[in-house]
């Protein structure tokens, strides 16, 4: 089992967390705006210029989480056209959004390419579309660089490699070395990653890439940044800085021109400054197993149902009665309350015995988790709490 990490919340934010239980009820989200606001800090201090850290909305697209990114001086990544509007009229410019997406149609480009966006094209035909519509548009294109590092299957699959389905290949780009039209390249290379040298080795493959292309200005890495609940493993930002900022200086002085980085981090920015709070409703005991039932479901917290033996939520338990916490731990597992067979909010976690009544907090749920809200099963989406 390794889902053992306790999750560890700041006294303050367990007052506030009961506080708003007991008038608001439960299921709810809860964000620590200070959290948050730390993690934007991570990158935009990261030390090139000229550079531009755009999250990546699907993560989380709450307008009040879209806001506080936007004070701290991030600007957006978007692969649908509701999420474009949605930043449009978040008051973000064209200039300060990427658009990515694979198979746009001619409205959906002709959108994005009206509304100022920096457009990443998938695919040869994507890119004739592009040319054929906007022809005196530079391009900049989404490169699968797998067959030029061993690719990591993370979260979600392979994003590049042959198993990938996104982006040019090398093939494919060498037939278009040289064009003048190409003024960016894009690339993403996994997700949840925790090895420094993995973004590195991928990155430097990009940026040979770029010395094909006489008009380059930009270079986007993608997002991609893992977190882990053990703090012994997490990935060292000021590191992955030094190391990109010093790769990005030897790159535009070879070009002889100032590229300009793009980074698109999506989780990393609020998964740890997310709380989801629900209750103990019924148990059951299956053997030594305790199974706790409570008032919400996989549908209003899905991370583990789109990634059910990967993603991990470390879970607190506010129990009524204090002593309760002292109790031996016990294998457990958190099912929703749906008659769905895989509604599960965590499996196999070592908890206190509880009672109908306790609090139960999911940590790591400000990524990917309100954002990926499902109406399978019928359940309104759980309420979000800034704090
Ligand atoms: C192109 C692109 N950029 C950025 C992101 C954000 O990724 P992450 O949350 O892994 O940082 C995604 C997520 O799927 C993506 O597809």
């Known amino acids: 089992m390794n889902n053992t990490f306790e999750l560890q919340i700041p006294e303050a934010l367990k007052t506030r967390i009961s506080e708003i239980k007991a008038i608001q009820g439960s299921p709810f989200y809860l964000y620590d705006c200070a959290a948050i606001r730390e993690h934007c800090l991570q990158f935009t201090a990261l030390p090139y210029e000229p550079k531009a850290i755009h999250f990546a909305l699907m993560a989380n697209s709450n307008p009040q989480f879209i806001r506080i990114l936007k004070d701290c001086g991030l600007k957006v990544f978007v692969n649908s056209i509701p999420h474009l509007e949605q930043v449009l009229s978040l008051g973000f410019k064209g200039e300060e959004i990427v658009f990515a997406a694979s198979a746009m149609d001619e409205a959906k480009m002709k959108q994005a390419e009206g509304a100022g966006c920096l457009v990443v094209l998938d695919s040869v035909g994507q890119l004739e579309l592009w040319s054929r519509l906007f022809p005196l548009q530079g391009a900049c294109l989404r490169c699968n660089i797998g067959d030029q590092v061993s690719p990591k299957q993370t979260l979600g699959g392979y994003f590049i490699g042959k198993d990938s389905r996104l982006g040019f290949t090398r093939e494919e780009l060498q037939q278009l070395k040289g064009d003048p039209r190409i003024r ?112 919400a479901s996989c549908a209003q917290f899905p991370r583990p149902l789109f990634y059910p033996d990967e993603a991990f939520h470390p879970v607190a338990i506010l129990a009524q009665n204090e002593a309760e916490a002292n109790e031996e731990k016990i294998l457990s597992s958190i ?53």
């Not at 930009?218 to 609940?229: A, H, K, Y």
């Not at 930002?237 to 010093?246: N, P």
């Not at 509604?343 to 009672?355: C, E, G, M, T, W």
């Not at 109406?375 to 800034?386: C, D, I, K, N, S």
């Open 335 to 387: 099912y929703g309350c749906s008659t769905y067979s895989r509604d599960f909010l965590a499996r196999d976690i070592l908890l206190p015995p509880v009672k109908p009544g306790d609090t139960v907090i999911l940590g790591y749920a400000g990524s990917y988790c309100a954002s990926s809200y499902t109406h399978f099963l019928g359940f309104a989406p759980a309420r979000e709490f800034f704090t």
């Open 184 to 295: 960016g390249l894009h690339s993403y290379v996994g997700t949840n990653i925790l090895q420094l040298s993995y973004f590195m080795d991928c990155y430097r493959k990009l940026s040979e890439l770029a010395e094909w292309f006489p008009n380059l200005q930009v270079l986007d890495f993608g997002g991609g940044f893992g977190l882990s609940e053990d703090p012994s493993q997490q990935l060292d930002l000021q590191d992955y800085g030094a190391q990109v900022s010093a790769l990005m200086r030897q790159l535009s002085l070879k070009l002889g021109a100032q590229i300009r980085l793009i980074l698109e981090p999506g989780r990393i920015i609020g998964a740890e400054a997310g709380y989801f709070v629900c209750e103990v409703v019924d148990l059951k005991t299956r053997g030594k197993h305790q199974l706790i039932g409570v008032n």
